[in-house]
């Protein structure tokens, strides 16, 4: 199956610090990925979705300036988090979808982030 | 309109007996329902899924059932075993469009 990875698995970040988080597909080309948040024991809330070689469109309420996103190549995407405040400590999870017109979408593993 | 209504929140099941959640969505322009499984501290996984222009799928253990005329879908997990035990969500999309809209989750619990 397809295969979504996603770096750094965790990271703890002093608030004020900006953090990247990669998301790649490693067995097939992605023209969009998505990026999730998730609190714990909640759904998962879309932020935005990202198509290669585009600005990504942000869901209403995630502010852009501080989650840049950038897919700057069919299997990267990275989610910035600029001025990281501890209220921006969430599981983030990126999906890749497989193909234009198949709507199978495949998760990465998540990034625990957590902001002191 | 965007809505996909998930139930139970939790369900607690023992060994070898049937577990079943249920969706129901409101907008009728969507057209493909995934079941995800998801693992504490891991990414959902894509388990199955469905389009409407059939009734039931089944793979393995797990089988879909769609209802269109009730806009309800739901998940049959058959002789459940402890390993099943994760979070479940339902979701629903356009063709036109890709975003998934997510139910809120169901916390599966499947005793030895």
């Known amino acids: 199956g397809a295969v979504v990875s996603q770096h750094p698995s965790w990271v703890i970040c002093k608030s004020g610090t900006s953090v990247k988080i990669e998301c790649r597909s490693l067995d097939f080309q992605a023209t969009t990925m998505f990026w999730y948040r998730q609190f714990p024991k909640q759904s998962l809330m879309l932020m935005a979705t990202?198509?290669?070689?585009?600005?990504?469109?942000?869901e209403q309420g995630v502010e852009k300036d501080k989650f840049l996103i950038n897919h700057a190549s069919l299997t990267l995407s990275t989610l910035t988090v600029t001025s990281a405040h501890p209220e921006d400590s969430s599981f983030y999870i990126c999906?890749?979808?497989?193909?234009?017109?198949?709507?199978?979408?495949?998760f990465g593993p998540g990034t625990r982030l957590t902001v002191t | 309109q965007q809505q996909v209504k998930q139930s139970p929140q939790s369900l607690i099941v023992q060994k070898g007996g049937i577990s079943i959640i249920n969706c129901a969505y409101e907008n009728t322009a969507f057209d493909y329902f995934p079941w995800y499984q998801q693992f504490p501290g891991k990414g959902p996984a894509l388990l199955i899924a469905i389009r409407p222009d059939v009734s039931e799928k089944k793979e393995g253990r797990f089988t879909i059932s769609f209802n269109k005329s009730a806009k309800q879908f739901s998940l049959h997990i058959m002789d459940s075993q402890p390993g099943d035990s994760a979070t479940y969500f339902c979701a629903a999309s356009k063709t036109s469009g890709s975003r998934l809209t997510f139910g809120e989750g169901t916390q599966l619990t499947v005793n030895p």
């Open positions: 990202s198509n290669e070689g585009s600005k990504a469109t942000y």
């Open positions: 999906s890749a979808r497989v193909g234009q017109t198949l709507h199978e979408q495949y």
